[in-house]
């Protein structure tokens, strides 16, 4: 299998054949959107209808895609996003994930659902590279003590940021999942998120019922003052599509915001990441970095992402048909992939370094 | 098949399972738009155009669906739209949908063209809640004396609202309907509207010839008018598409205006009903409730409907596949699962209730 | 093959019945465009872009239909559009469609490269209502002579009414007739422009060199006038798109402007014609009757006409696909559904007569 | 195989014919597109996308399609695109795309990465016609003097002009080249940029590694000035579409502006290129011609083109479907079929000439 990934040329390639070889129910739980898909689909076809009006005859021997990121330097403006149960695709799982990521000079999101706890990959990341940077993705669940409690966990192991998860009150509905009478497979367990009940909490009809218990539909701004307050790391917002909300959240202290629909796996009908984005950079005014992620597949998207006052995209799914394709080696030849593209991209575009890359690169 | 019911995810699902196991006769006449069924398709189309743009870190955990719903409270903004001849899907037809609605807490508005009494349909009603509602669905037929018979047998049964459609001058051509010859099913009756000539005046080619003495094309404000002194119960008009004819009945009296276009079963070509509402709920100004249907099958359309002013939608055609699959249990199962969607909308887009539904949800 | 006609409930099932049955060239002669008939699709196409803002509750029981067609009346705003060659889709041809238009009380235009003479012709109409109306499709080819002859032909045959074809300097290529080797079938004759020449002058690769000689490049406004002056027939100008061509036209003395791109056969790329129906209405500013053609279908498509300012609609490919259906039988049964579906769409409309269909039903 | 040429009616038919014919290799280096290759579609679809407003009762008996280009005259507003490796497309090569250009009367533009000595090419051309024009296509290289070397031996040749593509500082991603290990076919070189290395110097792992040292990724208008500079010819810049590039080139001495997306292969996600061709001319206003490329498929195209303001088109792949085809005779019918539809254009848009096709005839 780790044969083929020298030949697979694009995310694409990636897939496909993640999705002929894994069983029904990761692949079902990894691909699905809620509902309908709309908002899914939508993600990535409002990437392509964005045109670039790329310059000619700016010398672009010497370019360099890196990039600031949060605060400091990334070998490119893109993270991995985070995804649950990375162990469902790979024996390795997280690790593998984060030997890549580290090995790319792009920080991984650990999802506090992982299947590998944040000590573990903060091991794993800075095996590759001392510097390597992971972010722990929280949820704020019914039990404040557990979530203060894994948000001292990941500072202690070294992360050097929190992405709280806002956009998940309730569990999307993910059709697939409860078809497939999804549940944590025998062997692996949630480890940031055990609770006394022991494995039976993870059963049941697909993941919102599975995983009721780690979210809190009583959420409110307080609740993020209170964690802003609990932790040393800067904490980012994910999950925000509204102007508004943006705005509020930078200015309770947030240090940078996600613009995300959560893959379109929570609301069906929300916009696209894409749309969203502009509204957001308009918001946020500068105070603090803003990132994207939903359906980014192309090294041309980071340059769009950019062009509308992004950041930095971050990238979720791609990298799940990596480890599919090859654990470690096909999360690093995704990462290897998107890198090239978007090289290839600012060379085409005539952008010798992100800072080039404006917004008349859109709207000429 | 009552077993497959706790396997429907989806109102989708019943759609595809009526559409196998349903005769063709009734099958189609169900489905049916006029003419090339491109208002049919443009009614759903419509309502996935519309993007929500949901609010984040709102206390969602004692979020509530109920919702006034023509000067009474209901369990949530959505009632059973008026379909005829439900016991062509199942043999307890309308008391069916009757107990469904009462147990979902809903209104139900009962066709005139049922095949069932309102009087059974209100004593299946009352049987389950001694509160539930029915509406009584009428159209002005050449003969007044028996429409207002029928008025007053609906008040007397306890029905609390009148629903007078006014789309249908003549009726629309559903071509399905005449290459199937479409008659009344032997056995059953419109139990409402016979006339002297016996079952005979029910056969013909197509339900516009089977039923052409129901309606009447020289129909004006003035029936309405005469209607509305006719009987004690409000009026709600059905059918409306234009702002000048909706103002044009609240100014009349009419005490609701549900903007429909019959299920795209009238005039093909007509605009979908979620491009009209926003026009009518302008027109209306507050006055009187605006309801809508016509495509509304998920829970997400429920929130576009109300954050563009509606104060409720209807649901025809999946309450038929609800019964198609599995009489009362299959209609109630229908219900949970809107309730449910819409439950899970108003939580990820940060509402507790439907007075949070505002238009901002989407055009932010 | 006549007994189907009965069970043909729209033109669409008339158009697939004589794709089916018609022998390749003749099929493809009509059913074709120029190049990659993307102006065909799009004359369809844009009728059912328009979406009708119906009225409600004005009394329609007395509808007529009946319009005012260039000076006369007519049973509805319809005429015949010209199409050569009529033999070919049944031995009857034009006879069969004169007969059937006058039954229908609606005028025929025939083309002027007719399989039958026009003297024949207007008697064939004239048998079956005296006051049945035929109206002269012309060209002005390079034989002046015969212009004017045939001219003063149709006007002593009882014609009312010349259509002059302006968009035909060379002819539109339609790959199909090229790739069939298109010819006039033996047998068959284009009777108004033979050639001393003889039939070979019939042969050759397609349409386009086999009747090059019927038509002349050099036409300009003066050949108009020239024509305008040799009968005292009113012209009317077939083939306008643009405003300003419209206002030359009128004000050169046209006594009506059919906008049309020649179905579509002439330049590919040209303007659906509704899209060009507002222009047109507008640069006529009421002084002449407005026509259009180009996709018509439906009962629908007529009301959307008459609603952007046309006076009437001219259908053609239907016209054939009924005679290739079943002759005169065919030809009736196709405007027989027009005229039905017309009249359903007044009522559902809210329109008693065609004074009644004004703009606002499409722009409310 | 040529038998088959003169039944060919359109460029589709060549190029089906040519995808079913040539071998994969070549064939998928002609036809691909960067990445998911959305310009490339895109730069076809948008010309479809103009509508054509014709004008009627024009004169056009003696129009002519006799267009200048860069300063002389040919037969009609088009050009030959600069294509790489002709040879792999017929033996006969770059010599056969001379002869049909010279004998078509339209110049050719030959790519620096020819199978075909410009010397040998230009012999071609003149053997047909003594004022064939040839206009060479330059990358500027590594090796400046290579490059002034070629402009020289351009000029020698009898070239009249440069073509400097400037949209290519590193070679766009074309997959399907990677997967079929697109090399320089055995027994072919391309003969202008042979390096000491010799033929290893052209294999490798897609176009991309096989040819990088012939461009130069430091490329600034400095270097355009220093081709300018270095030969008496005058410089098109091929593969802009900003109007500021535009702008800088002219007012840097280029003699030409060739709005180009290099056929959708460079950067995908760029505009199509007749939606950047406005920009181009508004910002060039006059000074200097602007041609353009990219999904020219129907004489149609060169009227939108014209009527966008640009002085001709330049048409790429169809001309290698037509040497895949058959060689020489292949290309002149290519040709012979858009010369023949631009002058049906010409007639049926009311056109005696080029200078006729103004841009009322896309927005009236």
Redesign the interface.
């Known amino acids: 299998m780790g044969a083929e990934i020298g030949?697979f040329?694009?995310l694409?390639d990636f897939e496909r054949h993640a999705l002929a070889v894994l069983p029904t129910m990761p692949r079902d739980y990894y691909r699905s959107g809620a509902?309908?898909e709309?908002t899914l689909a939508e993600n990535r076809a409002a990437w392509?209808r964005?045109?670039?009006?790329?310059?000619?005859?700016?010398?672009?021997?010497?370019?360099t895609s890196r990039a600031e990121l949060m605060g400091r330097n990334a070998a490119m403006p893109l993270c991995v996003a985070p995804t649950a149960l990375q162990r469902m695709a790979h024996p390795d799982g997280e690790l593998a994930t984060a030997r890549a990521a580290a090995g790319a000079g792009v920080p991984m999101i650990l999802s506090s659902l992982s299947s590998t706890s944040v000590e573990e990959v903060r091991a794993a990341a800075t095996s590759v590279d001392p510097a390597a940077r992971t972010w722990m993705q929280m949820y704020i669940g019914r039990d404040r003590g557990a979530v203060r409690a894994l948000a001292q966990r990941a500072h202690a192991a070294g992360c050097d940021a929190l992405v709280l998860t806002?956009?998940t009150?309730?569990w999307?509905?993910r059709?697939r999942d409860?078809?497939n009478h999804f549940r944590v497979p025998d062997g692996m367990r949630i480890v940031h998120l055990e609770r006394a009940g022991g494995p039976s909490g993870h059963e049941g009809r697909g993941i919102h019922e599975a995983l009721a218990w780690t979210i809190?539909?009583?959420?409110?701004?307080k609740?993020?003052e209170w964690l802003r307050d609990s932790s040393p790391l800067p904490v980012i917002?994910k999950?925000?599509?509204?102007?508004?909300?943006a705005a509020?959240g930078v200015e309770l202290g947030a240090q940078g915001i996600l613009v995300s629909n959560h893959g379109g796996r929570?609301?069906?009908?929300?916009?696209?990441t894409v749309?969203?984005l502009p509204?957001c950079v308009d918001a946020v005014a500068g105070r603090v970095p803003v990132l994207v992620d939903g359906g980014v597949r192309?090294g041309?998207d980071v340059l769009?992402a950019l062009a509308l006052g992004a950041q930095a995209v971050c990238v979720g799914r791609p990298v799940l048909w990596g480890l599919a394709a090859g654990g470690e080696a096909g999360v690093a030849r995704v990462l290897e992939i998107l890198a090239h593209?978007f090289d290839?991209?600012l060379?085409?575009?005539?952008c010798q370094c992100v800072s080039d890359v404006t917004s008349d690169l859109l709207r000429?």
């Open positions: 030949e040329l694009s694409d509902w309908a709309t392509d964005l045109r670039i009006w790329y310059r000619v005859m700016r010398d672009v021997a010497l370019r806002v956009d009150p309730v999307g509905i059709e409860i078809r809190d539909a009583s959420l409110t701004w609740d993020f917002l999950g925000i599509c509204r102007a508004e909300d509020r929570q609301l069906d009908g929300a916009p696209a749309d969203a509204h192309r041309t769009r593209e290839v991209t060379a085409l575009a005539g000429p």
